[in-house]
């Protein structure tokens, strides 16, 4: 069944529900002294199309509403006009562009999105100065679209959100999602077949939200993705407005940026594509935390063509090597698989010895398990779990001599630590090497009881296999 409605306004009582309910708090509230007065950014909004659509349609606003933005009964006056259109049939595409164009002549800044948005070309051939296009669901897109269009105002009076969102995190830190989906096809991963092809947000939205972080007391942004090195592709690295300049949304101006914003900044889920050497001269120099998170999965070029994995390994010990030359203090953390289908004694051995040459300071390692769906399952012989058991514990006992190895280095230094527990006696910190979660601790003595969130100056005494031990000398 299909239904038209031609806009929320006139249509659907639900819709008309959700239109009226904000004129109750409507737009400029006059309050007491000392309370700003101010005017909440509108949005005008036309739904076509079939329930799906409405159901669309009525997410979004649902969102818009939370984040304090009115809705308009007029085009004419609103910050902007969102149209959620209809690709169905070449007469509900007519009448798609056609509410379009109207938006158009009667506000001026116009964000399409629902199916018409997956034929991006057919409504920028009529109309290349709306704002953004977005495909249907892809309800982020839309926010951060009118995020940059129109920014919506706290009110700490009125919100139930704080600015910076709900955070699951400590209050010192937080994860800072680039991107989401995945256009690689790694053979044992439903990632892309669950969350789709990479939609990456604008690098001023990023931006926005670390700055908001940062703000709300934030120490260090935890940049995450399924593939960070990918970023900005799918937007063709479009530039957006942040602050006074425009800033691309590549991995770089986006690190370099994020660099500016007085907090720890660290990379996970990078891929050793060739630009992101580009990006170990800011580690170098302070900028970003001088830590990659790189996902290698394996050694072997055998299994790592049937994993089907994204970007050449041949190059990739000489690569880490000049890393390295540029950046010292560099820590290199990974996650592998053993027991892929088809892995031989030989694949893994392999993988043991680049180890070895690698030396890679942290390291995750998972027994292959064939996930539903996954493509891998039958590429070759499954290797039977008693070997992939052992192959696991012979890999966790070969990386942790190097682990060791490479911790052992620190003893003596000094390192800045950032203190995530405290005890009676003893904080829990990390280094600028250890990402929390997933790496091992600082164990911090001190003469004065220390806080969580601060940071202090350790100076290390002491390494065990995972953990480094030692005393707060500054603060
Ligand atoms: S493993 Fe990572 S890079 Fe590969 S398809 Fe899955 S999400 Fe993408």
Request: proline share 6%; charged share 25%; net charge positive.
């Amino acid at each position: 069944m299909r239904f038209n409605v031609p806009t929320l306004r006139a249509a659907h009582p639900a819709a008309r529900a959700l239109i009226s309910t904000p004129f109750a708090y409507s737009s400029s509230a006059v309050r007491t002294k000392n309370i700003t007065t101010s005017a909440a950014p509108s949005v005008s909004f036309v739904s076509l199309g079939c329930p799906k659509a409405l159901v669309d349609s009525e997410r979004i606003i649902t969102r818009l509403r939370a984040e304090g933005y009115a809705l308009s009964r007029e085009h004419k006056g609103a910050d902007l006009v969102i149209v959620n259109t209809c690709g169905f049939l070449d007469s509900a595409q007519a009448e798609s562009l056609e509410a379009i164009g109207e938006a158009l002549a009667l506000n001026g800044k116009v964000i399409v999105t629902g199916c018409m948005g997956a034929e991006p070309e057919k409504i920028t051939a009529k109309y290349p100065n709306v704002l953004a296009i977005t495909g249907p669901q892809q309800y982020e897109s839309v926010l951060d679209a009118v995020h940059r269009a129109a920014p919506p105002q706290h009110d700490p009076f009125l919100d139930l959100v704080p600015p910076e969102g709900i955070k699951l995190t400590p209050r010192h830190y937080a994860y800072l999602k680039i991107s989401e989906g995945c256009n690689n096809r790694c053979t044992f991963c439903i990632i892309p077949k669950l969350r789709g092809d990479l939609v990456s947000r604008h690098a001023s939205d990023v931006l926005r939200e670390a700055e908001r972080l940062v703000t709300a007391g934030v120490k260090e942004l935890l940049v995450i993705s399924q593939d960070t090195s990918a970023y900005g592709v799918d937007i063709k690295y479009a530039a957006s407005l942040w602050k006074d300049r425009l800033v691309r949304a590549t991995f770089l101006d986006l690190a370099r940026e994020l660099g500016t914003l007085g907090a720890w900044v660290r990379l996970h889920y990078v891929y050793p594509y060739p630009h992101v050497d580009d990006v170990i001269p800011l580690m170098a120099d302070g900028v970003v935390l001088p830590y990659l998170d790189i996902p290698f999965q394996h050694a072997s070029p055998e299994v790592l063509k049937r994993m089907k994995r994204p970007a050449a390994q041949a190059k990739t010990l000489a690569r880490i090597a000049r890393w390295r030359e540029i950046c010292p203090d560099l820590t290199l953390r990974s996650t592998f698989i053993v027991g892929f289908p088809g892995e031989t004694e030989k694949d893994f051995q392999m993988l043991l010895d680049w180890l070895d040459e690698a030396a890679l300071d942290r390291v995750g390692c998972f027994r292959y398990e064939p996930v539903a769906g996954a493509t891998s399952n039958d590429l070759a012989t499954p290797v039977p779990k008693e070997v992939t058991e052992q192959r696991w514990h012979r890999f966790m006992a070969h990386q942790q001599a190097i682990s060791k190895k490479r911790l052992k280095r620190k003893v003596g230094t000094r390192q800045q630590i950032i203190i995530d527990e405290v005890g009676p006696t003893v904080a829990k910190g990390r280094s600028k090497g250890d990402a929390p979660e997933i790496d091992g601790a600082v164990y911090v003595k001190s003469k004065r009881p220390l806080r969580v969130g601060e940071f202090a100056t350790v100076k290390i005494e002491r390494a065990d296999e995972y953990d480094l031990h030692g005393t707060a000398v500054g603060f």
